[in-house]
């Protein structure tokens, strides 16, 4: 891919991977007050050393894949389709005010009260398996972009989005609360379903044939969706509720 691809590409994942460490942050912050950071930060780093040892392993697997890559594109197309529709979706139900906004608060006290409950060991459990699901979508992400992109940029971008979630959880020690979920999570949809939609057609079609303006093509087909999921939340809209849609 061209620099133009490779940036977009790079800015979709450390968006997406900044959300699921967000949401990671908050559950690691609930139980490091019921147990500690040492604890907390053990059990997050297990999960996270998990989801390094996927992407390494993910990499080295598709290295020997001698598929041709216009093929391999084409499938990975497919999946940054559905994984893109998923949030696409969700985002505009939320713009609507047709599904509630997560709750960055809300779920920190929900963990809370369920820590109240239980043991160290279990408290411990809580920890690891937040951190270990936010951490596979963003495993998803990387694998499905970095076969694309290059494996250092694209792991690297999700490193990145970590570490300034962490420096900024570690220097307010409170849920992030004041992050635009919904907006971020709305863009990177917007960013996947065009990278999708332009390699399953890539792929099938041929990249000449599907997409004359070349790589050019990327940045119109998010103007599309982005502009397209904001028409449709317009129409789908509830009065009464779409106002906390609007600014997040």
Sequence with gaps: MNSLSNWGAAGAIFAASAVEWVEAFTIVLAVALSIGWARAAGAAACALGAVAALIAASA????FIAADMQAVRGVIGVFLLLFGLRWFVKAVRRY?????????????????????????????????KGV???????????????????????????????????????????????VPENTLKFLV???LLAFG????????????????????????????????????????????????????
């Design 60 to 63: 080295a697997g598709l290295g």
């Design 96 to 128: 609507a005010g047709r599904t509630r906004l997560h709750d960055e608060a809300e779920e920190f006290r929900e963990t809370r009260d369920a820590l109240d409950h239980a043991e160290r060991r279990a408290a411990w459990i809580i920890a690891f």
């Design 189 to 191: 949809a917007s960013a």
């Design 197 to 248: 939609s332009f390699w399953s057609l890539a792929g099938l079609l041929g990249e000449r044939a599907a997409w004359p303006l070349g790589d050019l093509s990327l940045p119109l087909l998010f103007l599309v969706y982005a502009a397209g999921g904001r028409l449709l939340a317009a129409r789908l809209r509830v009065p009464a509720l779409a106002a906390q849609g609007a600014g997040s």
């Design 132 to 178: 270990l699901l936010e951490g596979l979508e963003v495993w998803l992400l990387v694998v499905a972009m970095g076969h694309g992109l290059d494996w250092g940029q694209a792991g690297g971008a999700a490193l990145l989005a970590l570490l300034l979630v962490i420096a900024a959880g570690m220097a307010l020690r409170k849920p992030l609360t004041a």
